[in-house]
């Protein structure tokens, strides 16, 4: 029996015996991605894997699903330990990390994880939005500028900032257009849809309402969307027990997290790892503080006017006018490196 395992650090591949158990497979798990406690998802979209239900000597073979082939996503079990190095990541229900205040330690942080508002981004400090009930503090954490935002946004919530799925994402979205072309036709995707297939796999290819929906729909989630510029709430798959929130800020998304923090919750100081990212969607607190949020951004100027600025494609020189000119633009010539250019 062969295996992919895609752990934090990456994916390695793992041969097994025909009657190996459940064991054998939590160890080898162990093995190659060294996390020694963890969750298991697979299939697409990936969904839980709950092995725990069985004794751990059953074999593999005797499960009602079939592993063979399979991907495993494997995401650490963390939990609350007097040492905030490294640190635990926090659940829902136990908001609070321990007493001692953690300190982030900067090995441990990565290119794709989430950080805070570099200060040239705003007119003044990132704000911060006080969680009383929730004993919690709203940030915003900021994904970096790589075309994938969207979808690292959704990841970050959805999955954490360990995994990087940003390719799976993708993907499913690809085989969401090509199952249903009857919903995704060129009138609305604005191409061919096998064309539009081939361009969302792209990791040069930005994502947008499409993607929101798709991802949503198939994960089962309620995505939020709010416009920094409008203050506007996009939501997709309203009404799922579970939600998460992205801020859309004309070019680029981010993610809204809860850090957990002391009274008068003004301030968080716990790294990502304790972020809260996924939220009941009956809790409207948190979506009026993510709103409140965005209204400090907006007043700091985050956002850009996508009907109105200029930009410039990056591989040509070109000049174009608002988020229209600069879509048209990478259609007709397969470029995506854009920047906003100086007034």
Known sequence: MKLRIRGPDGQSAVSLADDASISDLKQEIAKATDVPEFDIKFGF????????????????????????GETLIINPKYYDIPNPEPPARKSPSKPHPPSTRPTQSSSSTRQQQPRNIDP?????????????SHSSTLVLRIMPD???????????????????????????VAQAIQRDPEQYNTAILGKPPNDYCRWIQSSD???????LGILAREFGIEICSVDVQTLRVDRFQEGKE?????????????????????????????????????????????LQGAVELCAALQKQGYFTDTAGFSIRCGDCGGLFKGEKGALEHAQQTGHYDFQEANP
Not at 45 to 68: E, H, M, V
Request: charged share 20%; glycine share 4%.
């Open 45 to 68: 979209p990936p969904k839980p894997l709950i092995l725990d239900d069985y004794p751990q000597s059953t074999k593999l073979a005797d499960l009602s699903i079939r592993l063979s």
């Open 120 to 132: 040239e981004t705003a007119a003044s400090d990132p704000p911060e939005i006080p969680l009383p």
């Open 146 to 172: 790589d075309n994938s935002c969207l979808f690292r946004a959704f990841n970050t919530a959805f999955f954490g900032p360990s995994m990087d799925n940003m390719h799976e994402l993708r993907s499913i």
């Open 205 to 211: 290819s930005w994502g947008g309402a499409i993607e």
């Open 242 to 286: 579970k939600r998460c929130i992205l801020v859309y800020s004309g070019i680029h998304y981010d993610v809204i997290a809860m850090s957990p923090s002391d009274p008068p919750y003004e301030k968080a100081y716990a790294p990502p790892d304790f972020d809260v990212l996924v939220f009941d969607s009956q809790d409207d607190l948190v």
